[in-house]
């Protein structure tokens, strides 16, 4: 098991994509179950901290320590198994997302957690629940995993497989696998009934699988997973379409949520805004225009079935008052694989402009109810205007899941941006929603999180924090920051 030491090569592990920094002693990079066990139960004797270190794609500063020792999961990739008839997929927690892919795809099957950064780890798309662009018809990640292998912060280990241990009412226990018994309380928190990241899971009767879902790195250290795959369709009818008033483009979306929809099932809904268009434009020529706004979206379907699908799927746009011409259907391999890089390519090229100019990205994450979606979008559209900042909007609105980036140029727009950000959280908590929908707390995320469950709340999180990880050593400062544990 290798190691690297302080000024020796770690500079990578102390930020992540939105140019959050911090420090460490040095980085241990495991390259088995057992050796992530060994570093673990040290650590806790020693009551050193340790931080859980993905592939640095993550938008919250959750993999950049803040003190102590970094574990890296990048050599825990030797694991790919695939199970055709029950339909599943095991994976090294260190498995590249893009890999997990792929091998899929050989198979004839796909993995239907989808986010933007392909190169993110296994791992971390568990640690975080992300999601992406297919959520809308099958949910985060959550819903795709079976199994977990779990190494808790005292260094004992935990096989959890989906179905078989629940709370019993409030109250959660279960043994490890050297027989030490937890029990404690669950959270005493509302979660939103929305698509969320937020703090940890919580509900009554919960399956224990849920806990370790979006926990961050600080109740376990997860190093093995098994997913839910499905079989690849025959075809698939994928489409980008502009509008000239964005109020359409909401309709159009709007309408597969509707009881007039009986026959349509798309798997994304994507939006994008006139300024997020006109930013990718210069790479992106097929979205050159003044356009309001643009959908893309896509279905599943069978070669016999696509052109009539087509044909429902235009008649629809029409309807919304999009013209045949401002609709863009992919026919082909190349204009599929077009869209497909220009629907991803909005949330990395933002990254980059914001990182050069040595400023962390202040990009929402917010979900609100369906019903409240459009008043919550104009609110936040029209707060953006007034403040004479730069930015984009675009997200997953089948979700009712916003993405508003502010694009400052220097610190006075950064801070001003970072005021405008913390009220469109206490927008979408008055709304009913959540201040995360996909990317999780980390550590840049925590005041926000304060908005939407309060002191008490946060209280609650670090009391459940100190059940499993009583010495504080895992990813601390994920989720709950240091002052609630002392108040």
């Known amino acids: 098991m290798n190691c690297l030491f302080k000024d020796s090569g770690i500079d990578d592990f102390l930020k992540d994509a939105s140019n959050f920094r911090g420090s460490c002693d040095g980085v241990f990079f495991p390259e088995n179950h057992d050796d992530v066990v060994s570093i673990i139960t040290e650590a806790n004797e020693l009551k050193s901290k340790i931080t859980v270190a993905g592939n640095g794609t993550g938008l919250t500063g959750g993999r950049v320590p803040l003190s102590g020792k970094v574990i890296s999961l990048s050599k825990l990739n030797s694991l790919l198994e695939i199970d055709k008839v029950n339909m599943t997929v095991t994976a090294s927690a260190g498995i590249i997302l893009k890999d997990l892919q792929e091998f899929c795809e050989s198979n004839g099957f796909f993995f239907a957690p989808d986010p933007t950064e392909t190169l993110c780890q296994a791992g971390a798309v568990v640690a975080t629940n992300a999601s992406g662009a297919k959520s809308y018809k099958y949910g985060a990640t959550r819903n795709s995993v079976q199994e977990l292998d779990v190494v808790l912060p005292c260094g004992d280990t935990l096989t959890i497989k989906r179905g078989e241990i629940f709370a019993n009412g409030n109250v959660m226990q279960f043994n490890s696998a050297s027989g030490k018994k937890y029990l404690f309380p669950l959270l005493d928190i509302q979660m939103p009934n929305v698509k969320n990241s937020a703090g940890y899971y919580s509900k009554p009767g919960m399956d224990l699988i849920d806990l370790f879902i979006g926990q961050e790195g600080t109740l376990g250290i997860i190093t093995k997973c098994k997913f839910t795959i499905h079989p690849v369709p025959e075809t698939l009818f994928s489409c980008l379409a502009f509008f000239d008033d964005v109020a359409d483009s909401l309709s159009f979306i709007e309408y597969f949520k509707s009881e007039e929809n009986t026959s349509l099932s798309p798997r994304a809904l994507e939006f994008f805004d006139g300024n997020a268009l006109r930013f990718l434009s210069e790479d992106y020529p097929l979205c050159a225009g003044d356009y309001a706004s643009g959908v893309w979206f896509d279905e599943e379907c069978t070669n016999a079935g696509f052109d009539k699908l087509t044909d429902e799927y235009i008649s629809v746009l029409n309807k919304f008052n999009c013209h045949d011409d401002n609709i863009i259907p992919a026919f082909d391999s190349k204009t599929h694989l077009l869209i497909k890089e ?30 409240y979606f459009t008043s919550f979008y104009f609110s936040c559209q029209n707060g953006a205007e007034k403040s004479g900042l730069n930015h984009v909007s675009y997200g997953h609105f089948g979700d009712s899941h916003l993405h508003l980036n502010f694009i400052p140029e220097n610190d006075s727009q950064f801070e001003l941006g970072k005021s405008l950000y913390r009220e469109i959280c206490k927008l979408a908590v008055e709304m009913r929603g959540t201040v995360s929908a996909e990317h999780g707390i980390g550590k840049t995320k925590t005041d926000y999180l304060e908005i939407m469950y309060g002191e008490q709340g946060m209280k609650e999180f670090a009391k459940l924090k100190k059940v499993l990880d009583p010495n504080l050593i895992l990813n601390f400062g994920n989720i709950v920051p240091e002052k609630f544990f002392t108040i």
């Open 342 to 371: 220009f629907r991803h390519a909005i949330s990395y090229k933002i990254n980059e402009f914001v990182a050069s100019k040595g400023l962390r990205k202040l990009g929402t994450d917010t979900a609100v109810p369906s019903e």
